[in-house]
């Protein structure tokens, strides 16, 4: 028989696959002695069995009144009885945290009668009250489906009638009509009554919170970072204590370090007489967790020795939920913190310095995403003017936009190609949306532990929350400043994450601190010297080496800089635009062989040079020179503009140019249906007579100038989009004849390993006989994700990718992480069968996945040798190699 209900005895932390991070996290915190409301958990495997069947699964409830009865006689009450009623909260605990995505009720066993005997019980009758209409409204919209905005008019309505800024200002009898209100609205949209029996709130809630698994923020949000939508969640049911009992009560949120820089000590936010979701909704603005010593010394002393406790037994920033209940502390969560790129850095290097983690777990610990962040732009400070407002720097970063109000308009400008920041008064799960969507977050009211900041920090996106100086006002889409400024809807925005500022316009960038450090390679500290650090430990322990792609002399030592450890990829199509265009066109348009030749002598010495600069920044590394790779017919003007230019000169009576003409006439000769799949690459090399030997000529000659002055040349030539054995060979016999004749000419030995691109299924698929005519290959990873899928990439993403990803065809692009099933299943057999057939065959890769953090923990399992990646990407690339060697051999990290 499954078992599918845990008391929180029962558990630790090592079980939160099946009990789920919050219920986990409760079960631990109960065995450590700390001060923790008894409850039950609510298995995950219970929530899939109820998601597969659409009911509850066999015996199931019968486990949760065997569990509940336990709790009410530890309690020596029963739930919801008439005189001091036994309550309880009922909350969603998935494996990995999901901050606000799905549902939670408390004060479950509330009714008409059993309000009375807590009213007597507590001797506050506001208490009972205000505890019962949070029941109904929470009741209401997550269990009965009623909006939430109905709830929240009608105690706006109460405010303002009754002359009160916030809802600590009612009193018992305004509550009590503010229930009869709520109970109305949900009879009136639901056509049934609030339920009094608690036996059947408690069962509906447990049923609703496995609901909301599959709401639209929580896929969202599963979505978004990359949560598998099979785990379930599961759900806590625990004895309520109360942080609304008056002014000796109050519920806060406390983290062990800051999760906005890592810096150690007490952060957090605390409100009086308030439950936890008032602290973390942000309607009322909160204090500072500090000021707690004042309010309540015992309390605050106790907490503090509790964090310490978490701290060092999780050996990780501890996120705490508490309340307490006229003057005794109880702890209700705790969790491994959400943080910044900043914070996660500064952490590991500081754990590691304390001795709780090593070096090798500091580095499982940041992630090639943050450090990308971390490399942003930030605001250039000098060049800022006086801000508009100021809010708590809540999540870093520098973020411009324009300003909108609702997370529709959100969502619906940014799909348009617009850069907004969502401004709110505060934030609540239903703007996720938005949240995604904008590149900055604002709120007026919360803290640094509300929905916005919290959020916001785990999906990196800039945020300012608190900034009480804006009124906002949403149904009118502005807000005013202090001074009196208006800013409407539309208006752009500057938002600096990291000061907690806001400025109208957008503010100039400049390179941020560990963007300085990567360019000049100074040594320093705070998070630039925990990213030094995490580096060089990356370095000492990955097997991957990390090349860059690199077109000119500044992109490669740009590279080197960022500590690329030579070029993976240097793309000679590039070294063909500009001035040098005519000569291309020269070479296509001539109808002859000498003229072929002369065209092609004269880009030659253009082209060595180009290859000097390049091998003498990478002086010492390799350098792999890819041969070119595009159609000839991207060197030439577009076909409609000539047709066009030709066709008015002939409607005037005039005598077309007649280079407009011949450069028509070639494009229309060389029109393909599908160029991607044309005349390119190795193709170009056996068709058009001359171009291989010149580009060997000049990477040979480089080489011979490198090599006399003094230097240490390492090219490699790469010949792309070979499909048969046949085509590399017939190509390499041609480079090995220029090298041998540039050696001769030279007295200087010019050696090039020569290999390919697999970037084609069927390279893929006959690696272990290419492999005889290749000493490397590199994958062509875009190639062959559209060759593999079937895709052309320029019309896909922006076709129907959006559909796919919406419709989970599949989680991420493709293109921006590599297709392990697919894609990755023929990098295997290319791998297996180029060794087999060569065991010393370098393998690397090329395409734009050598840069993915995914990505290269794949390549990494693959046995490939190297990564090349964008140079701006390498330090990225760095770190994940590292990271990847320290996870297990099938390529899964361990974030």
């Given at each position: 028989m499954v078992r599918y209900v845990y008391d929180f005895t029962e558990g630790g932390r090592d079980l939160a696959d099946l009990l789920g991070g919050k219920g986990a996290n409760l079960a631990e915190m109960t065995r450590l002695g700390l001060p923790v409301p008894p409850g039950f958990i609510v298995s995950t495997e219970a929530c899939r069995a109820f998601l597969a069947t659409g009911a509850e699964p066999e015996g199931?409830?019968?486990?949760?009144?065997?569990?509940?009865?336990?709790?009410?006689?530890?309690?020596?009450?029963?739930?919801?009885?008439?005189?001091?009623?036994?309550?309880?909260?009922?909350?969603?605990?998935?494996?990995?945290?999901?901050?606000?995505?799905?549902?939670?009720?408390?004060?479950?066993?509330?009714?008409?009668?059993?309000?009375?005997?807590?009213?007597?019980?507590?001797?506050?009758?506001?208490?009972?009250?205000?505890?019962?209409?949070?029941?109904?409204?929470?009741?209401?919209?997550?269990?009965?489906?009623?909006?939430?905005?109905?709830?929240?008019?009608?105690?706006?309505?109460?405010?303002?009638?009754?002359?009160?800024?916030?809802?600590?200002?009612?009193?018992?009898?305004?509550?009590?009509?503010?229930?009869?209100?709520?109970?109305?609205?949900?009879?009136?949209?639901?056509?049934?009554?609030?339920?009094?029996?608690?036996?059947?709130?408690?069962?509906?809630?447990?049923?609703?919170?496995?609901?909301?698994?599959?709401?639209?923020?929580?896929?969202?949000?599963?979505?978004?970072?990359?949560?598998?939508?099979?785990?379930?969640?599961?759900?806590?049911?625990?004895?309520?204590?109360?942080?609304?009992?008056?002014?000796?009560?109050?519920?806060?949120?406390?983290?062990?370090?800051?999760?906005?820089?890592?810096?150690?000590?007490?952060?957090?936010?605390?409100?009086?007489?308030?439950?936890?979701?008032?602290?973390?909704?942000?309607?009322?603005?909160?204090?500072?967790?500090?000021?707690?010593?004042?309010?309540?010394?015992?309390?605050?002393?106790?907490?503090?020795?509790?964090?310490?406790?978490?701290?060092?037994?999780?050996?990780?920033?501890?996120?705490?939920?508490?309340?307490?209940?006229?003057?005794?502390?109880?702890?209700?969560?705790?969790?491994?913190?959400?943080?910044?790129?900043?914070?996660?850095?500064?952490?590991?290097?500081?754990?590691?310095?304390?001795?709780?983690?090593?070096?090798?777990?500091?580095?499982?610990?940041?992630?090639?995403?943050?450090?990308?962040?971390?490399?942003?732009?930030?605001?250039?400070?000098?060049?800022?003017?006086?801000?508009?407002?100021?809010?708590?720097?809540?999540?870093?970063?520098?973020?411009?936009?324009?300003?909108?109000?609702?997370?529709?308009?959100?969502?619906?400008?940014?799909?348009?190609?617009?850069?907004?920041?969502?401004?709110?008064?505060?934030?609540?799960?239903?703007?996720?949306?938005?949240?995604?969507?904008?590149?900055?977050?604002?709120?007026?009211?919360?803290?640094?532990?509300?929905?916005?900041?919290?959020?916001?920090?785990?999906?990196?996106?800039?945020?300012?929350?608190?900034?009480?100086?804006?009124?906002?006002?949403?149904?009118?889409?502005?807000?005013?400043?202090?001074?009196?400024?208006?800013?409407?809807?539309?208006?752009?925005?500057?938002?600096?994450?990291?000061?907690?500022?806001?400025?109208?316009?957008?503010?100039?960038?400049?390179?941020?601190?560990?963007?300085?450090?990567?360019?000049?390679?100074?040594?320093?500290?705070?998070?630039?010297?925990?990213?030094?650090?995490?580096?060089?430990?990356?370095?000492?322990?990955?097997?991957?080496?990390?090349?860059?792609?690199?077109?000119?002399?500044?992109?490669?030592?740009?590279?080197?800089?960022?500590?690329a450890q030579g070029v993976g990829l240097c793309r000679t199509e590039h070294m063909f635009l500009g001035d040098r265009r005519k000569l291309v066109e020269d070479m296509i348009l001539a109808g002859t062989d000498e003229g072929r030749r002369r065209a092609l002598e004269a880009l030659l010495p253009l082209q060595r040079q180009d290859f000097v600069g390049i091998l003498a920044a990478m002086d010492g590394l390799p350098v792999t020179i890819r041969l070119l790779d595009p159609p000839l017919h991207e060197f030439l003007p577009n076909r409609t503009e000539l047709a066009v230019r030709v066709a008015v000169a002939e409607a005037l009576g005039q005598e077309p140019d007649s280079r407009d003409a011949e450069l028509l006439a070639a494009v229309s000769r060389m029109h393909e249906e599908n160029p991607m799949l044309g005349l390119r690459g190795v193709r170009l090399a056996l068709v058009v007579p001359g171009l291989v030997a010149m580009q060997v000529r000049a990477v040979a000659e480089a080489v011979v100038e490198r090599v006399r002055a003094g230097g240490d040349p390492r090219p490699e030539i790469m010949v792309p989009l070979v499909g048969d054995v046949a085509e590399l060979r017939l190509v390499r016999e041609e480079v090995e004849r220029v090298l041998a004749r540039v050696s001769e000419e030279s007295g200087v030995p010019v050696r090039c390993p020569v290999g390919t691109m697999i970037e084609l299924p069927r390279a893929a698929l006959t690696a272990g006989r290419i492999a005889g005519e290749a000493e490397f290959f590199s994958f062509g990873t875009n190639d062959l994700t559209q060759t593999t899928w079937g895709f052309s990439r320029d019309d896909v993403e922006a076709e129907f990718f959006p559909a796919y990803l919406d419709r989970q065809v599949f989680a991420d692009s493709p293109f921006e992480s590599l297709d392990r099933t697919g894609v990755g299943r023929l990098v295997g057999i290319a791998v297996a069968e180029g060794r087999a057939a060569r065991p010393d065959l370098k393998i690397g890769v090329c395409g734009e996945h050598g840069g993915d953090p995914e990505s290269v923990h794949f390549f990494h399992a693959a046995g490939l040798d190297y990564v090349s990646c964008s140079p701006f990407r390498v330090p990225v690339a760095r770190l994940e190699a590292g990271r990847a060697a320290l996870t297990d051999t099938d390529g899964s990290d361990s974030r």
């Open positions: 199931m409830s019968r486990e949760v009144s065997r569990h509940l009865s336990a709790l009410e006689t530890s309690a020596g009450r029963r739930l919801g009885q008439p005189d001091d009623p036994l309550l309880v909260s009922v909350r969603s605990g998935a494996r990995f945290s999901m901050p606000g995505m799905m549902e939670t009720v408390l004060d479950i066993g509330l009714n008409d009668e059993s309000v009375l005997g807590l009213a007597k019980a507590s001797g506050s009758e506001r208490f009972a009250w205000d505890s019962y209409r949070r029941l109904v409204q929470m009741f209401g919209s997550t269990v009965m489906g009623v909006d939430a905005a109905l709830f929240e008019q009608a105690m706006a309505d109460l405010k303002e009638a009754r002359g009160v800024p916030d809802d600590v200002h009612l009193e018992a009898g305004d509550l009590a009509g503010l229930v009869e209100t709520y109970k109305a609205i949900i009879r009136g949209r639901t056509g049934e009554d609030f339920p009094q029996l608690p036996a059947e709130q408690l069962r509906r809630a447990i049923l609703a919170v496995f609901e909301s698994w599959n709401g639209e923020r929580a896929r969202l949000y599963r979505r978004r970072e990359h949560i598998p939508d099979d785990l379930g969640t599961a759900v806590t049911v625990q004895r309520m204590v109360y942080g609304n009992l008056g002014p000796a009560s109050g519920s806060g949120v406390a983290f062990t370090r800051d999760p906005a820089t890592g810096r150690p000590g007490l952060y957090g936010d605390y409100l009086a007489n308030a439950q936890g979701e008032d602290v973390v909704a942000g309607i009322r603005n909160t204090v500072p967790l500090a000021e707690l010593e004042r309010l309540d010394p015992r309390s605050y002393r106790q907490l503090l020795g509790h964090m310490r406790t978490l701290e060092r037994h999780y050996r990780d920033l501890c996120d705490i939920e508490f309340t307490i209940e006229r003057g005794t502390l109880w702890m209700l969560q705790t969790r491994v913190g959400k943080r910044t790129a900043e914070a996660a850095f500064a952490i590991a290097a500081e754990l590691v310095d304390e001795e709780l983690i090593t070096p090798d777990e500091a580095l499982a610990r940041v992630g090639g995403d943050g450090l990308a962040r971390l490399m942003f732009p930030r605001f250039d400070t000098s060049a800022t003017g006086r801000p508009l407002a100021h809010g708590l720097p809540a999540s870093p970063g520098a973020a411009v936009g324009a300003a909108v109000f609702d997370s529709a308009e959100a969502v619906r400008r940014a799909a348009a190609g617009e850069k907004v920041v969502l401004v709110r008064q505060e934030t609540t799960p239903d703007d996720l949306p938005g949240m995604v969507a904008a590149q900055a977050v604002l709120t007026s009211r919360g803290g640094k532990t509300s929905h916005a900041a919290v959020v916001a920090r785990g999906m990196g996106k800039v945020c300012v929350c608190g900034a009480e100086e804006l009124a906002v006002d949403i149904p009118r889409r502005r807000f005013t400043t202090a001074d009196g400024t208006v800013v409407e809807e539309g208006a752009i925005l500057s938002v600096d994450g990291s000061a907690g500022a806001v400025y109208a316009g957008a503010v100039p960038l400049a390179d941020s601190p560990v963007m300085r450090y990567l360019e000049s390679g100074e040594e320093s500290d705070g998070v630039v010297g925990a990213v030094e650090r995490a580096l060089r430990h990356a370095d000492g322990v990955r097997r991957l080496e990390v090349r860059a792609n690199a077109d000119t002399p500044e992109d490669a030592a740009r590279a080197r800089r960022f500590g």
